[in-house]
């Protein structure tokens, strides 16, 4: 079946749609040993190449990506309801991939994305459940004993929580900052948690999920995962 040439380096991971069509324009893509023109259609019998480098063997490329997602996008990839969602900071990645679990709209950091269902499927099996460590920014200081019943099991809705570790990170006269480990996936769940223990959440950033780290990549942006990385998502270790 024939497919315009940028969508067919798109579907390979090559890039962009609009990237390639930048590339194609300056004659850096070739389809048959023939310069490609922008709007040329190729199919499963042509060579394309790229840079000398042949693209669209048929071969799906697996892709693994970290977002760090800011306030305000829902981690969908589209929203009946208009509002912004996490597929508009991940369209220049060059394929459709898809977000491994969640974060609520009012929630930041950490989010991983890949067109790999085999890896996504797993990582949302309970087996292969990676701690997940949230910086959690409470407003006013919290008492020891509060910080003492976050991390002990308690009834949210119809489940009992499993024991968290939770420690204070930083303590000043207006706020808190707690490092909170979760061991479970449930939907906001340490919203909840804050709730029953009646402390006010000024700001939630995942900052971890296992080893893989968030790090200092800015709100808003991607980056592609390490070979180390995907291996320790893969592994059952640290589940």
């Known amino acids: 079946m024939e497919k315009r040439l940028q969508k067919l380096m798109s579907e390979e991971g090559v890039m962009s749609r609009r990237a390639a069509e930048e590339e194609i324009k300056k004659g850096n893509v070739t389809v048959n040993g023939v310069r490609a023109v922008l709007g040329q259609k190729v199919d499963d019998g042509d060579v394309v190449e790229y840079l000398g480098k042949r693209i669209g063997s048929g071969r799906k490329k697996n892709i693994y990506i970290m977002l760090n997602k800011p306030v305000g996008f829902v981690t969908t990839m589209s929203d009946e309801q208009g509002r912004p969602c996490v597929a508009e900071l991940v369209a220049d990645v060059g394929a459709r991939v898809y977000p491994i679990g969640r974060l609520d709209m009012e929630s930041e950091g950490l989010l991983l994305f890949t067109n790999d269902g ?3 499927n797993k990582l949302m099996h309970p087996r292969y459940h990676k701690p997940k460590v949230y910086h959690v920014k409470i407003r006013g200081k919290v008492e020891p004993e509060k910080v003492l019943a976050l991390s002990r099991p308690m009834k949210i809705d119809d489940y009992i929580t499993k024991p968290a570790n939770v420690s204070i990170v930083t303590m000043r006269e207006d706020y808190t900052v707690l490092a909170i480990e979760l061991f479970e996936g449930r939907n906001r ?9 009646e402390l006010k959440i000024m700001t939630l950033r995942r900052i971890s999920i296992g080893s893989v780290k968030l790090g200092d990549l800015r709100p808003g942006k991607w980056r592609h995962l390490t070979k180390t990385e995907v291996a320790a998502l893969s592994s059952q270790e640290g589940s």
């Open 118 to 120: 085999e890896l996504a």
């Open 189 to 197: 769940q340490i919203r909840k948690m804050c709730e029953k223990q």
